[in-house]
């Protein structure tokens, strides 16, 4: 090969990596607090649970209760990319922690942006559906 074909194959490597770099993030890892009744009465352990249980199912996460203040929640997409998360939780916050993954090119505390976005939304319907409980 000459010159110039290694350097137009450099160039694309080169931008491959940009590329590649560019879909990964750092690890969100929400911690949100647990919303309080209105007549000042905190959630139990047991509803802050179900909840949580009920929120990652309707995300299409798949929920395991560990212990008292932990559920384990996993999700596949598309047969190919899996993302395992703990929930810790107590009468006052609750934290969704990364702990394992497939197919998202986690490295060194980076992880591809979808994972970040699945994250988001579960929090998101956590938020939401202990705001409905709170109501009640």
């Not at 080169?14 to 911690?31: E, H």
């Not at 190919?80 to 006052?92: C, G, M, S, T, Y």
Request: hydrophobic residues 40%; contains cysteine.
């Amino acid at each position: 090969m000459s010159y110039k074909y290694w350097r137009i194959f450099a160039t694309f490597l080169l931008a491959l990596g940009l590329m590649a770099a560019c879909s990964t993030q750092p690890v969100n890892n929400p911690s949100n607090l647990i919303p309080v009744k209105t007549n000042v009465q905190a959630l139990t352990l047991g509803e802050i649970n179900t909840t949580i249980v009920d929120a990652c199912r309707s995300r299409g996460w798949v929920p395991t209760a560990i212990n008292q203040g932990i559920v384990q929640c996993n999700i596949t997409v598309r047969g190919r990319h899996k993302a395992l998360v703990n929930i810790h939780f107590d009468e006052q916050h609750y934290t969704i922690e990364y702990a394992d993954s497939e197919g998202l090119d986690y490295r060194l505390g980076k992880i591809h942006r979808n994972y970040n976005k699945w994250v988001i939304l579960l929090g998101k319907e956590i938020d939401t559906e202990l705001n409905q409980l709170v109501l009640r």
